[in-house]
């Protein structure tokens, strides 16, 4: 055989493996069944193409150099797909600021698993053309087969159960929503509003999209389950609300658009399928050359926002939803992420909130947006006017109404539409500019950052009840439980909310880390990962921010008594309260309990106060 034929042959003989190892890459999303697939062949289809390429190369230079044919073609494209899977496995990120496996980042592990595969390699190429094709294939084909699941095993609901839909509007501000009285049109928000209960003060526990994600679908706040960071694994001993009504026999589906709620966080435990997957030949994301793709992109762009538009995720929702047993009650959580940053709109949300040009010298309010995130920074280039940014922002909020319009039609015309709770609530706000904070959340705990929607419908909820007492987000889980008549786990720290339940605490929690300390102190050389925290306690009318840093001064805000959230100031009157009768007395109630939040002493937080400061923490709002 000569080489041009040896070539040949053996990239035949490559494409044929790496085709196969495709397949089986495909068929391993499909037996998962995390994802929604309603056939299986396009994926099929694509993954062996990819595979064939991937395969192709490596097969035909070893078949050129060896000349014996397809067979050392297939010897090639196993050695390639080998390596190729190893070098993913050494260089996969650890999660953030968690334990990675020994092998991760290991120069030893990749010399040793390179070695492993090249002397295989060179085993298989003797021997008869049979056995060493068989052996090729069978390496090749290992790793596909070790993600085969088999889907787990569901118990018979019971009859006539109410089913429950969640969305959840990402980085989505209270007071830019029409429904809550701001010039962003929300149509659908409002309809839902008439037709349920929508809280006026609803508040979330952090800033960042996992971990109040994580306390909604357990209750806890994080200062329970312990993720204050993007990327953190949700506590596998705390149950979600879906492995909650998994185990009582419901249809479980989740459709999140961004990265951020990646399945690997944990939040897909009790979801059958849990829809993350953004790339345009739906389950492409888990074969090998997406993934090594999506590992070059990392490293080229690691400030690239993974997400997809709400429409995409609402068609696949409504796919699913169409495909149930209506007698079958079910847990259906739709995540739009459209008004995070970068803030770009379709038509014609993108010019709904401003007319000229944003670009025009004759602006300057761009000049004090400093701080703004990463992400943010190419889409502002050159934007010299801060209230386009802002009607680029709520156009998204418009649209994501839109989107979630569709779903609500979709869920009204099923048959057991009156037996179905919805829930909408956004998981953490945006600042614009307030307290100095640009485009961006997750730092701080002032009400642009915490004040979030809140509606809910169905079941025993009156129509058109508006809640003008503080509520929390941990208080979604408790409430779901007691409107379908199950218990819930005993630790939760949300309560059910009213009408529902009993009134509500007077003051919301919240936590997070304080990036100003944690970055002085890493400057310092005192750190190497975020361990300063910050606690917020929010009354009707006042903020008070604990700094568990030393040398950096908590904070209290105080605004006019009275529900249901009093606009606050942008400066400080701690230091006036100090400087007043039995005002460090107050301030030191203040710290007891919100040291709580970050495992302080509960003794402490129980010393019996006096009536003046009883007087003080009531006028503030902060005693239940």
Not at 258 to 267: D, E, F, K, R, T
């Amino acid at each position: 055989m000569n080489r041009i034929q040896s070539v040949v042959w053996s990239a035949l003989g490559a494409a044929v493996a790496g085709a196969l190892y495709g397949v089986g890459e495909a068929g391993a999303v499909w037996a998962e069944g995390r994802l929604w697939l309603p056939s299986p062949l396009p994926l099929a289809l694509g993954a062996a193409v990819l595979g064939a390429l991937i395969g192709l190369v490596p097969g035909a230079l070893l078949g050129g150099i060896t000349k014996r044919g397809a067979s050392d073609g297939v010897v090639g494209a196993a050695v390639a797909l080998g390596l190729f899977e190893l070098t993913l496995l050494v260089t996969t990120d650890a999660p953030p600021f968690g334990e990675a496996p020994w092998w991760v980042g290991s120069p030893a592990a990749l010399l040793g698993g390179v070695g492993l595969i090249l002397g295989l390699g060179a085993l298989f190429r003797r021997g008869p053309s049979a056995v060493r094709v068989a052996l090729a294939l069978g390496l090749a084909l290992v790793n596909p087969l070790a993600r085969w699941q088999q889907a787990p095993a569901h118990p018979a609901p019971t009859p006539g159960a109410k089913s429950v839909v969640i969305v959840t509007l990402d980085t989505t501000r209270a007071d830019h929503l029409g429904v809550y009285g701001a010039r962003t049109t929300t149509p659908t928000l409002a309809r839902l509003a008439a037709e349920g209960v929508l809280y006026e003060a609803a508040l979330a526990p952090i800033p960042v999209t996992g971990p109040s994600h994580t306390s909604l679908m357990t209750g806890l706040g994080p200062w329970s389950h312990g993720v204050l960071l993007n990327g953190i694994p949700a506590p596998a001993e705390h149950p979600t609300l879906a492995e909650r009504l998994a185990a009582e026999g419901y249809r479980t589906g989740a459709f999140v658009s961004a990265y951020v709620l990646n399945h690997s966080i944990g939040l897909s435990r009790g979801f059958t399928t849990y829809d993350d997957d953004f790339s345009a030949l739906k389950g492409s994301e888990a074969l090998l050359g997406a993934r090594l793709l999506a590992a070059l992109s990392r490293n080229l762009n690691p400030d690239e926002v993974l997400e997809r538009q709400g429409g995409a995720t609402v068609d696949d929702a409504v796919a699913w939803l169409s495909e149930g047993d209506p007698s079958r009650p079910y847990l259906l959580w739709v995540h739009l992420f459209d008004p995070h940053g970068p803030y770009a709109p379709p038509a014609p949300y993108d010019t709904a909130y401003y007319e000229g040009d944003p670009r025009s010298p004759a602006h300057t309010s761009m000049a004090e947006a400093t701080g703004v995130a990463a992400y943010l920074q190419d889409s502002l280039r050159g934007v010299t006017d801060a209230a386009w940014v802002v009607a680029q922002y709520d156009g998204e909020i418009s649209y994501a109404d839109a989107q979630l319009g569709r779903l609500l039609d979709a869920i009204d015309a099923r048959a057991d539409a009156g037996r179905t709770v919805v829930v909408v609530a956004g998981d953490h706000g945006e600042s614009l500019g307030e307290h100095g904070v640009w485009f961006n959340h997750g730092d701080d705990l002032y009400d642009p950052s915490l004040h979030v929607p809140l509606i809910m419908r169905g079941a025993e909820l009156p129509a058109g009840a508006r809640v003008n007492e503080v509520v929390e987000l941990i208080d979604v889980a408790p409430t779901i439980y007691a409107l379908l008549g199950l218990s819930g786990p005993d630790d939760m720290d949300g309560r059910v909310l009213p009408p529902t339940g009993p009134a509500s605490a007077q003051s919301a929690r919240a936590i997070a880390f304080d990036r100003e300390a944690n970055l002085a102190a890493r400057k310092a050389g005192q750190l190497s990962k975020p361990t300063h925290r910050m606690v917020g306690l929010r009354s009707p009318s006042a903020l008070f921010v604990l700094r568990e840093a030393k040398g950096f001064d908590d904070e209290l805000y105080l605004g006019e008594p009275g529900p249901p959230l009093s606009p606050l100031p942008e400066v400080s009157a701690l230091d006036a309260l100090l400087a007043e009768p039995d005002g460090a007395a107050t301030v030191e109630a203040l710290r007891a309990r919100a040291e709580l939040l970050l495992g302080g002493d509960v003794e402490r937080s129980a010393v019996e106060l006096s009536a003046e400061e009883k007087a003080r923490l009531e006028a503030l709002g902060y005693l239940d």
